[in-house]
């Protein structure tokens, strides 16, 4: 709905620059100036964008408005995200998954250094006296919380947790990116046969992304090990390979030219490695490039590489059982942005198959790195978006239980999890249906009566119909309706 | 950005130490470290990782811990809150309703002024730029916002909202007084018959309360016009209704002369009015109660008395016709603490009949008033507990919408609505239950095999589980279960 808005805007901003190429007449230019400000103003209105301030006027006047970066769901939006959300659940609840929830504010300790300069968008409360607080960033941090502090108790745990988080980014609310938003995190927490729950985390990313019908897509999966591998043989010093890595991370975006730029100039790379790392990352395949990378002298001469080949290997044969291979793409150039990853990584993508996806959502879509909408950067040159990212951490949980006990080597609980970019397919989906055709209320019968009166039958009506179970409609727009 | 900082503060200290080196001036030294003092904050601060913030004990040990007030659900417990939610949106999606969501936050010019003396416990979020905001401390204010924002399309609705609402208030967790806690609202807004949304608003509480088996329970029933106009043909000031409302309020947990005390000591009654008052709301009863009122010459000389027991009239019919009667009592005592009621009040209380109240229950349960929890006083004494309230209100929506238009007679909506206190039920559901009976998961089967060996056997067989859309569990603890 915003987003046909936001098309006519486009639209008519490119009439009027071809106008004033043209060098139209003046007052046909303005006539439509004036229409696409009026088109702005509307969008404005729509997404609750008004740039209007706190209070319109000077009378004090209260302005009607949801806070910047937030909107209200109204029914039939409500009633997509339901189904979303169930489908969702569906799935997590076939394999075995509990939900547990967390307060929507942590202590402002537990959020601070997770999240490097992106903890300049965490929310503080105001401190009005007792401990400091802030509104959650994301859903991974509260989990590690959590397993930190139930250590023995929950050791073994598949959860799930669909819930809001908060970043006080610079909104684009029509490109869906907001200030408050879902995230849905699904993890599995503790030790396992090695990498089953690897698999099992795959094969729910298909289950999921195939109900709820959004169209085809790739899961790109690599690992951490063989990455920093590749990295260490080409000859990267250690201090180096995580700002590498970010600069491999951004070759879905850029061609290689520009990222070889970024690692020689600004990273101060020698030329010669980089071009190393550029052999090693362009190549994509299937179990094919796993065997070429396991005959690779100098590679499977690293330590931590032969480790991630190995447990690709096993990753490759446990996909094939699960019967998700075909979905997946090995790909070296998949590195994502969180430092906390230790073993596989993935993202899925939209490959722009044969669901309705249109060209405003090709347009508006957000690269993504990160757990899903940690950090999204717009990018019009990309016709698909990351829709569900993740990976293992092994770690993360034993960080936040070794700085509570002040010492290295208390519980450790090793994780691996995903998170469905719930915002996103829900904007799919909703710009794929037609409003009016979305009934909100799930009413199975209609009480109404031909004429006037009849009121205290209709009432018995409905009381008999709630008490076999059913679920009876309203109409009062006609004033017969009942109740 | 906090590279540049950073280059910043790398740059200052080398400034200090050159100065230093230099043997310069002391005062100027002093000066330039200052200054790199300040740059390492400002860092600190923007990187969030300041060392300096509060941490417990002496070695900057983190505190694993949820804030004050607020608490984590586990597994066990969220199974527990979704039986509770789903039976109650079962009931109100029997009776045609659809579900709203708004932001977690509001505009602080939004919730002021709403809350008379309470507004002291609205969490504020810190001011970093922009909008001041603060978290919602109920759900009726923001859906008063909605229907004042899309007046014309949501004019007529049934709507129900359930989740989290926040109050800076003294905790007293034992007693289920948090600061972070549910609420379940249902409202009905907009034009219909005569006192049928009414009528309607009691048949749901009535199938809520009886859905969720939590014992027996009264609902207790009264009008503010009936009231007002009792204080008023007793001879109470206009100016003192409000604050006379408040002590009648008292009267389940204070004996009447405490009441009256408080009336005529700290009110200033007189002390014969007070006993007027007296006369009339120690009644309760049914039909019978509204045809003694009917027939009281002095009350029915009052208009607002004779509006109100007309409503009371239609309601005791409806609810004939919607089979609720037997649940409701007719009490002129019930005044309820919100000034913005227009119309019935009701509250309904568990009346320990046959239901496994337990004694640690009676004693903790408390006194709400207002909407469910919106107020809460512990009193040990009292043995059942209010678990649901409302009224109509109808002049809210209008309000909102009078104060952004800037003038009186904007969009006008009644309501009447119902808040279903969800934490209490959910804390006498678990109380009720052993823990250890609670299955958190939903698995149908579990796939283990005898002995060890058979991974890939397991795995293949979950695949076609779940792909027969079954649920299956995990059993990791034996270290053979599957996945």
């Known amino acids: 709905m915003v987003e046909r808005k936001d098309a006519l805007v486009v639209a008519q901003g490119g009439k009027v620059r071809a106008l004033k190429e043209a060098k139209a007449e003046k007052t046909l230019v303005e006539v439509e100036v004036k229409a696409l400000l009026e088109l702005k103003s ?51 609840k076939r394999h075995g998954a509990v939900t547990i929830d967390t307060p929507v504010f942590e202590l402002k300790d537990i959020l601070s250094g997770k999240y490097g300069e992106d903890s300049k968008l965490i929310y503080d409360l105001e401190d009005q006296g007792g401990e400091k607080c802030a509104l959650r960033y994301d859903l991974t941090v509260p989990f590690a919380r959590f397993l930190a502090m139930n250590g023995t108790t929950y050791q073994n745990m598949k959860r799930y947790h669909i819930a809001k988080v908060y970043r006080r980014d610079q909104p684009a609310m029509t490109k869906g990116r907001m200030r408050e938003f879902y995230q849905c995190d699904f993890d599995i927490a503790g030790t396992y046969e090695p990498m089953v729950p690897d698999a099992e985390v795959l094969r729910i990313v298909v289950e999921v992304l195939t109900s709820l019908d959004i169209g085809s897509f790739v899961i790109k999966v690599n690992h951490r090990k063989i990455l920093d591998g590749i990295f260490s043989v080409c000859g990267v010093p250690d201090t180096k390979i995580r700002p590498i890595s970010s600069a491999v991370d951004k070759l879905d975006k850029l061609p290689w030219e520009d990222v070889k730029k970024e690692m020689v100039e600004e990273k101060g790379l020698e030329a010669s490695v980089a071009d190393k790392i550029g052999e090693y990352v362009k190549l994509k395949g299937g179990r094919d490039l796993l065997e070429k990378l396991q005959k690779d002298a100098i590679l499977t001469g690293n330590t931590k590489a032969v480790e991630g080949l190995s447990d690709m290997s096993l990753l490759f044969t446990y996909l094939d059982t699960f019967k998700v291979t075909q979905h997946v793409s090995f790909d070296l150039s998949l590195a994502r942005g969180l430092d906390y990853y230790t073993g596989i990584i993935y993202e899925a993508i939209l490959s722009g198959g044969p669901a309705p996806v249109s060209v405003t959502e ?12 940690e950090e999204a950067e717009e990018d019009a040159n990309v016709g698909v978006g990351s829709i569900s990212g993740g990976g293992r951490y092994d770690e993360l949980v034993g960080m936040f239980a070794g700085a509570a006990s002040g010492k290295k080597g208390g519980v450790k609980v090793p994780c691996v999890g995903l998170s469905i970019g719930v915002e996103r397919i829900f904007s799919i989906l909703l710009r794929r249906s037609r409003l009016e055709d979305i009934k909100a209320n799930q009413s199975e019968v209609y009480v109404i009566s031909v004429g006037d009166g009849l009121l205290k039958e209709r009432m018995e009506l409905c009381t008999e119909l709630w008490e076999a179970g059913l679920k009876v409609g309203a109409s009062p727009e006609e004033g017969r309706g009942m109740p």
Do not use: C
Request: no cysteine; net charge positive.
């Open 362 to 373: 090709a347009i508006s879509v957000k690269k993504s790195k990160g757990k899903e909408g």
């Open 42 to 92: 509307k969008l404005a209105a729509l997404t609750g964008e008004g740039g209007e301030g706190k209070r319109s006027g000077s009378k004090g006047k209260l302005t009607l408005k949801t806070p910047k970066g937030t909107k209200d769901y109204n029914d039939k939006e409500m009633a997509i995200r339901e189904h979303v959300f169930s489908t969702i659940i569906g799935v997590f």
